[in-house]
């Protein structure tokens, strides 16, 4: 993080109060003034879902591209 000042974290639980909501606030607290862009999360959607749509819902290489790409063009 320090070496590109962009952070994206992807994990495949909920959006909220997931790992990835506690790691993005750690690295706020500790870190925050190495960053050149906000802290993007890849995760799955905040609903109940069957296993059986686990290609639907856990994040994919489409969705983490898209997120780095946005970190990276941030301005």
Known sequence: MKKTGRVVIVH???RTLGLGAEVSALIAER????????????????????????DIYLPNERRI????????EFR
Request: net charge neutral; charged share 25%; glycine share 2%.
């Open 31 to 54: 870190a925050i003034e190495y960053l050149y862009a906000p802290i993007v999360r890849v995760t799955g959607p905040d609903t109940p879902f069957p296993y059986r749509l686990e």
């Open 12 to 14: 495949e639980a909920p």
């Open 65 to 72: 591209l898209a997120a780095i790409k946005r970190v990276m």
